[in-house]
Nanobody
């Protein structure tokens, strides 16, 4: 079955860096658009970044533009999110998501989700 498994979360100081990964299985990863979302306690799930099946173009939330980089390796069925200059407000549970035809900001349009990995940024 379709499976997305995130990893790489943890505790980091403000200004630091972290790299998240999402391992995909059970579907043709190279045919799917994929994205990262995040959700802080008591808040809605917010868009972070998205990448099309081919790797371009990419799309970023304004809050992370210039600090985060989304990438994918279709040969390894892996999605990544390189995060730098982390801020306390980046603290959240980060999810990867996939959709065959949609590559935008709306989380309701993604039909495959991982379980999330927690990122905590201490100030």
């Amino acid at each position: 079955q379709v499976q997305l498994v995130e990893s790489g979360g943890g505790l980091v100081q403000a200004g630091g860096s972290l790299r998240l990964s999402c391992a995909a299985s059970g579907f043709t990863f190279s045919s799917y658009n994929v994205a990262w979302f995040r959700q802080a306690p008591g808040k809605e799930r917010d868009f972070v970044a998205a990448i099309t099946s081919s790797g371009a173009p990419t799309l970023y939330a304004d809050s992370v533009k210039g600090r985060f980089t989304i990438s994918r390796d279709n040969a390894k069925n892996t999605l990544s999110l390189q995060m730098s200059s982390l801020k306390a407000e980046d603290t959240a549970n980060y999810f990867c998501a996939a959709n065959r035809f949609y590559s935008g900001r709306d989380p309701t349009r993604y039909n495959h989700w991982g379980q999330g990995t927690q990122v905590t940024v201490s100030s």
